[in-house]
């Protein structure tokens, strides 16, 4: 076979241009021959050695030039796989939940914080449709709604709750994204999604703090005006009648500084407890703050039914709140205001059965009042009454009362006890639990106390030089006054004025004045008795005395409140308190003295109980100094 030159040239040629041309095309060849190049050489040499020459220095200058763009190709392949193989780490360590599927909804992929927060392993969700997670809490609209705007904006975002494998359901922000690719065609979805149980836990806790008293788990203040406000709008349409139920605790300021803060937290807990087992279901109970609570009765037309209530309340605390280390009696006032008859606004109501609870403390506790008409007028009332007592004080318009105190034993009057009147013109013989507490709040209570302490030494003194022989006379101080520091220097001016001998003189602080500030009480104390008056506490049962502090006090004498001394003989809660009351003194070394004794039963059963002294009606009312019977 002759071949001319020509047709070698062109054959040349165009084995060239091909060779140029795979070489170009295909790195794999290229990379053959430099991989193996002793094999390309020996595959050339068996088909032409001339072009082996030929083609191997057309294939080196191509190379040389081919080097260099698939060096700046394989630099730009390599940037690309460092973008993508980062994209891969921020898809699988987000936090965010992601799902990708393809344009017919199919779930095409799905990252790791996907596997974490519904629970299903890739597996269990490629090829599978978004639906298969719905928590059936949405309608049809809802994700009509959702895909009408994906269509049109391409895009949507918002709040979807979702199920977990575990078939909880639980909430979670989504956007998803529609992907389209350069001619505008729809290829994939992208979701994103987060977890926001938590926030929305966090949400829920924060509107419950907001709204409802930590301690007790009651609403508070707040939610109480709410609903309050709500319940009246209601009532109104409906005409019907609402109680509003204010209650404070008796004393609690006493419990929580006997016995620490702890201790009182875990009483309120315990009265909130109670209340609501009390009250029951379609009412709104709340604490109000501090030993405050209240009860809206919403449909409670009667005054009768709220006062019924207010019973079963006060019932309710009879029975101890038994607390981790104290078994306690507490007891409770309530203030009672209506609408429509009292009030016509929820504040209204509330600031009405506020006053109506001061009535209530004042009538002696553990007691409900109403708020009326006549609740108000009183309220005016104690105002003038403060302007009228400094008249009363420059007028001598005070008297004061002796009431004999008796030896159980031997039957005789061994002193007597200074009681504070106001002879009112007009109103006639005031009796002091309508003025000392209006004394008490304008300050005027030290000028009495005083002025009283000065006329019972002075009347002592008198009777004394008749011959008329009592051990002693007894005066009350008030808190406010036996919170003042100088007490004992006035109780020591009255004493050196007077002439009367300390011994002879008794002053009474009640225990809940002891309680409110237990060691000013007892520096107090000390220094009195340094003096060498006696000195008792008053209304002794109720106010939580701890019995530690109460054995260090200087004190000679308990005296058992009447409260305790009205049941005798026949309750058995009240003969178990005297009882215990008087072991207790005899223990300490103190005597005791029971207030309020009306009847012969009563002051006999004491003298069995052993019980030192004793006051009350059954001997002698109190009266003024003159009228005393003398044996
Ligand atoms: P208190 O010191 O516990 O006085 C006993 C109260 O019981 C007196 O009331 C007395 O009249 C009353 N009482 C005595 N025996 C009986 C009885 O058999 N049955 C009943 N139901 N009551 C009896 P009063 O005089 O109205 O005094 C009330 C309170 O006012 C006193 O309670 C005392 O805390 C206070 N008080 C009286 N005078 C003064 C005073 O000069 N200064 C101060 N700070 N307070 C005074
Ligand atoms: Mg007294
Ligand atoms: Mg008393």
Not at 21 to 45: A, G, N, Y
Not at 119 to 147: C, I, N, T, W
Not at 332 to 348: H, K, N, R, T, Y
Request: hydrophobic fraction near 40%; aromatic fraction near 8%.
């Amino acid at each position: 076979m002759s071949v001319s030159v020509r047709d070698a040239l062109r054959m040349a040629a165009l084995y060239l241009v091909l060779s140029v041309i795979w070489l170009v095309v295909s790195d794999q060849i290229i990379t053959r021959i430099f991989d193996d190049p002793v094999d390309q050489f020996r595959w050339l040499w068996a088909n032409d050695f001339s072009w082996v020459v030929i083609s191997t220095v057309l294939i080196f200058v191509a190379r040389l030039r081919h080097l260099r763009f698939i060096s700046a190709g394989e630099r730009v392949r390599r940037e690309d796989r460092e973008r993508l193989r980062m994209a891969a780490a921020v898809f699988d360590s987000t936090l965010e939940g992601v799902l990708v599927s393809d344009r017919d909804g199919i779930i095409v992929h799905v990252n790791r914080a996907f596997m974490e927060i519904t629970g299903y392993q890739k597996e269990e969700v490629l090829g599978q449709r978004p639906s298969k997670f719905k928590s059936g809490r949405h309608d049809k609209a809802f994700y009509q709604q959702m895909f009408a705007t994906l269509a049109e904006k391409g895009e949507w975002s918002g709040e979807i709750w979702n199920r977990r494998k575990s078939g909880e359901v639980y909430p979670q922000w989504q956007s998803i994204c529609a992907i389209r690719n350069d001619s505008g065609e729809l290829t994939h979805y992208v979701a994103v999604f987060s977890d926001i149980s938590a926030i929305k836990h966090t949400e829920r806790e924060l509107a419950h703090l907001v709204h409802y008293d930590p301690l007790t788990g009651l609403p508070n203040r707040l939610l109480f005006n709410d609903r309050a406000a709500q319940a009246l709008t209601q009532a109104q349409a409906k005409k019907r009648g609402c109680a509003l139920l204010l209650m404070d605790l008796d004393h609690f300021q006493s419990i929580n500084d006997s016995l620490g803060h702890n201790t009182g937290d875990q009483l309120l807990k315990a009265v909130g407890e109670r209340l609501e087992g009390l009250v029951g279901a379609g009412v709104t109970l709340a604490r109000l703050g501090g030993d405050e609570f209240a009860v809206l009765a919403e449909n409670c037309p009667q005054v009768g039914q709220a006062a019924a209530l207010a019973q079963t309340i006060i019932e309710g605390f009879k029975e101890p709140f038994q607390l981790d280390c104290h078994r306690l009696f507490t007891t409770v006032s309530i203030g009672i205001s209506l609408f429509p008859s009292d009030a016509q606004s929820a504040e209204q109501l509330l600031r009405n059965a506020d006053s109506a609870l001061f009535k209530a403390k004042q009538n002696g506790r553990s007691d409900y009042a109403m708020y009326t008409e006549e609740l108000t007028a009183h309220a005016q009332q104690r105002v003038e009454t403060a302007s009228e007592l400094r008249r009363a004080l420059q007028q001598e318009e005070l008297r004061v009362y002796y009431q004999p105190i008796h030896d159980l034993f031997s039957g005789s009057m061994i002193g007597v006890e200074a009681l504070v009147r106001w002879q009112h013109p007009q109103r006639g013989l005031v009796p002091p639990g309508e003025f000392i507490p209006v004394a008490e709040r304008t300050g005027m209570i030290g000028e009495i106390d005083t002025w009283v302490m000065r006329q019972a030494c002075q009347q002592m003194v008198e009777w004394q030089a008749q011959g008329k022989t009592l051990a002693f006379v007894a005066v009350n101080v008030s808190s406010r006054l036996f919170a003042h520091r100088d007490l004992y220097r006035q109780v020591a001016q009255v004493l050196h004025e007077t002439g009367l001998s300390p011994a002879c003189l008794e002053v009474e602080v009640t225990e809940s004045a002891v309680m409110e500030d237990p060691e000013i009480a007892l520096e107090q104390l000390h220094r009195l008795r340094e003096l060498g008056i006696q000195l008792a506490i008053d209304d002794f049962g109720t106010g939580y005395s701890s019995l530690l502090r109460l054995k260090r006090l200087p004190v000679q004498k308990l005296k058992i409140d009447q409260g305790f001394v009205n049941g005798l003989p026949h309750d058995d809660d009240d003969v178990a308190i005297v009882r215990v009351i008087i072991a207790l003194a005899r223990s300490m070394g103190m005597k005791v003295q029971a207030e309020g004794i009306e009847l012969e039963e009563q002051s006999r059963f004491l003298l069995e109980q052993e019980c030192d002294m004793g006051q009350g009606y059954w001997y002698g009312r109190p009266v003024p100094a003159q009228q005393l019977r003398w044996a």
